[in-house]
């Protein structure tokens, strides 16, 4: 058992994973389970397709083509509850301070809950802020959609650049993407996140500083990035605006927990929208960081989008756990992850709109759950984390599916399309799901020596063409691209990953990995700026990558 109290906060007495009995007896149910083959399985069960399925909020989730049976369902679900999983589902949603390593809430929930809900940190209502700084953007959106809001020489604003890094960036952008059907068609949306200035140059090329409002996100604006992002692009702008450094005024908004930081950057505190240290970046585009969405699509369909992630919140916290989505969803990741030793997961949607939804969910998974210590801060001797990754459909299949089809890896892969299409052109989007269903048909029951032969194969192509089958696949259908709804899958998505977590018993809402990088960065940046040749104490690699890279800047 970890100890109670590890020098700081309490931890949930809950014995490592290893110990659980749900986990010995799944380890010699996967001995039994391990080999059985999909193709088999749907034959034994006529009704499997059925069965082994969940539907709720418009969502339907059909995993019966995974290498599962009913009881390795119902033993991952106790897993999921000998885990403590009730008790720190209720722990987050009443803000208790489950980020053990930073001490802090973890309340991304709270940002789409009720006005009149009450979530108390510290003993303080949270939610009258939440709404009051919805307000205050939505507000600040409707001035500068209908032209309300000005800039500095009276222009109405027609671009809105968002410079962000990490979740003060791929939320918003993965967000728009996936809405852009829904956003002010005269109003263009850019985004600079990459200390690379050629990242910078391209999202403002050809915009008129006049016409541009930059919004800059950072929880806690200490972030190199987009500070210095932040800075290219006032310089642009008081340049292009004829020197009047007065211009920003009307340019420049800021997201930010650091309202002293935001002022110092001279940014008027009135133009700043807050948010709180009990958001995690990556789990904070439906704060104030979703500012730059909302312009594009307006405060009405945000606060659709909202429902939907209140509607998934309210499904998690009170469905029963076999029949809970986002349980469901991370019980099978550590099926996978724990049992079969997979490395890697796909997620493929079937929707050109939700292009950037795999990138989202690596930084939402892979920050989240790339740790190596328990809560109690001891060593783990298990696989936590999933590496996560994946391209919209049908452009995945023409380029790695191959090695997903007939690869020696596994990797179970989760299909997300949707019923009604957004652009009812022609046969697109029947051809579409077309191929998301046949993909998933493929993985599963592949094609035979037999079946290749009826088919008149020649016999010595046979090997080169036999798909195994037997590739698990989660098919996610959902009614229609939404705000609401893709509310609803990102709130899946978020608590999944929660699960996960739990599960895995870490903190998968801090993310200590990423100072050391920056700290070092900031030791070699004066060393590559400096005139004089510096003297390097770094390993004999990367002091020659410094000489030659000075040789040669
Ligand atoms: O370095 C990682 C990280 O802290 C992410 O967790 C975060 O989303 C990103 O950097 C940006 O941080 P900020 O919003 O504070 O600029």
Redesign the pocket.
């Known amino acids: 058992m970890p100890p109670e109290e590890v020098g700081g906060p309490s931890v949930p007495a809950v014995p490592s994973l290893e110990d659980r009995p749900a986990f010995a007896e799944l380890q010699e149910h996967f001995q039994e389970v391990r080999e059985l083959r999909l193709k088999e399985l749907f034959g034994q069960d006529p009704q499997r397709g059925v069965a082994l399925t969940a539907a709720a909020l418009g969502f339907y989730l059909d995993y019966s083509k995974n290498r599962v049976t009913s009881e390795t369902m119902r033993l991952l679900v106790r897993l999921a509850q000998e885990s403590g999983l009730p008790e720190r589902i209720e722990a987050m949603f009443s803000g208790a301070r489950i980020n053990v390593s930073e001490q802090r809430s973890v309340l991304h929930v709270a940002l789409r809950a009720p006005r009149d809900a009450v979530i108390l940190v510290d003993g303080h209502n949270v939610v009258p802020q939440v709404h009051q700084a919805l307000d205050q953007m939505g507000d600040f959106a409707t001035r500068v959609r209908d032209g309300r809001w000005l800039g500095h020489t009276g222009k109405r604003i027609r671009n809105v650049v968002n410079i962000?890094?990490?979740?003060?960036?791929?939320g918003p952008m993965m967000a728009y993407e996936a809405l852009r059907d829904y956003a002010k068609v005269d109003l263009a949306l850019r985004f600079v996140s990459n200390i690379d200035a050629s990242d910078f140059v391209e999202a403002t090329r050809g915009l008129d500083p006049a016409e541009t409002l930059f919004v800059v996100?950072?929880?806690?604006?200490?972030?190199l990035?987009?500070l210095t992002n932040a800075e290219t692009a006032r310089d642009w702008l008081v340049a292009g605006l004829g020197g009047e450094r007065q211009a920003t005024a009307r340019h420049f908004v800021a997201v930010?927990?650091n309202q002293e930081g935001v002022a110092e950057f001279g940014i008027d505190p009135a133009n700043m929208f807050p948010f709180w240290d009990w958001v995690?970046?990556?789990y904070?585009y439906d704060s104030a960081?979703g500012l730059s969405l909302m312009i594009a699509i307006g405060p009405e369909r945000f606060r659709e989008m909202l429902v939907g992630f209140r509607a998934m919140d309210e499904h998690f916290r009170t469905a029963p756990l076999e029949r809970n989505l986002p349980v469901l969803l991370a019980v099978l990741a550590v099926w996978y992850n724990n049992f079969f030793g997979a490395e890697t997961q796909a997620v493929l949607p079937y929707d050109h709109y939700l292009g950037r939804f795999p990138a989202y969910l690596q930084?939402l998974e892979m920050?989240s759950n790339g740790k190596h210590v328990d809560l109690a801060g001891r060593t783990v001797g298990y696989q936590t984390g999933q590496i996560i990754w994946g391209q919209p459909g049908t452009n995945g299949q023409h380029a790695f599916y191959q090695l997903i089809h007939q690869g020696t890896k596994l990797i179970p892969c989760d299909f997300i399309g949707f019923c009604e299409a957004l652009h009812p052109l022609g046969r697109h989007h029947d051809l579409l799901m077309a191929n998301l269903l046949a993909q998933t048909e493929a993985l599963a029951f592949g094609r035979t020596v037999e079946e290749l032969t009826a088919a008149g194969t020649p016999e010595w192509q046979i090997p080169f063409r036999v798909c195994d089958g037997n590739r698990p696949t989660t098919t996610i259908l959902i009614d229609r691209l939404t705000p609401e709804s893709l509310g609803k899958l990102v709130a899946l998505y978020e608590h999944k990953a929660f699960v996960e977590g739990v599960i895995w018993g870490i903190d998968s809402f801090d993310?200590w990995g990423?100072?050391l990088g920056?700290l070092l960065a900031d030791r070699i940046t004066p060393e590559l700026e400096s005139r004089l040749d510096p003297s390097l104490e770094h390993d004999s690699s990367t002091n020659e990558l410094i000489r030659r890279y000075r040789r040669l800047r």
């Open positions: 962000g890094i990490g979740g003060s960036d791929l996100c950072s929880k806690s604006w200490h972030t990035e987009t930010s927990t995690g970046g990556r904070s960081i930084q920050e993310q990423v100072e920056k």
